[in-house]
């Protein structure tokens, strides 16, 4: 019989106190491992949670307060032009990891040609809406 090996330890219930940059009752603000652009930030609650929406009353707010923090840090630090805000959520949606987190990703002039559309290019053919729409009125 072979052993029963148990699942990887969560990399977000195991955090070393030196990746937390703000924190709160509720949750933490640490760096991404693997930024897409200077700066690229998670917000995560403490509770071992999948889905934005099993976040209780107590956590929703308290993790909004922190997103608002991690971008006031980011401006400070990076002057980024813009930012995307994202969640991952379900296996369907690309989440890797099992523990909720939001990303808080700096954009800066110039870091993509033509960055309209911004989430939207996971669907690529539907990312140009502007180009494809029919004009009010002739539908």
Not at 50 to 75: Q, T
Not at 83 to 107: C, E, K, M, S, V
Request: some cysteine; proline content about 11%; hydrophobic content about 40%.
């Amino acid at each position: 019989m072979s052993p029963v090996s148990s699942p990887p330890p969560c990399p977000f219930c195991e955090l070393p106190l030196e990746r937390i940059l703000v924190e709160n009752i509720e949750g933490v603000v640490i760096r991404d491992s693997f930024p897409v652009s200077p700066g690229h930030t998670l917000v995560i609650p403490r509770r071992h949670i999948r889905s934005f929406f099993e976040l209780n009353d107590e956590e929703r707010p308290a993790l909004l307060a922190l997103l608002n923090e991690a971008k006031r840090k980011l401006d400070a630090e990076f002057q980024p032009a813009g930012y995307n805000i994202g969640i991952n959520d379900g296996a369907a949606a690309g989440q890797t990891i099992g523990h909720l987190h939001i990303h808080l990703i700096p954009r800066f002039e110039g870091d993509q040609v033509d960055p309209r559309g911004g989430v939207r290019w996971i669907f690529p053919g539907k990312a140009d809406y502007w180009t494809n729409r029919v004009p009010a009125g002739e539908a």
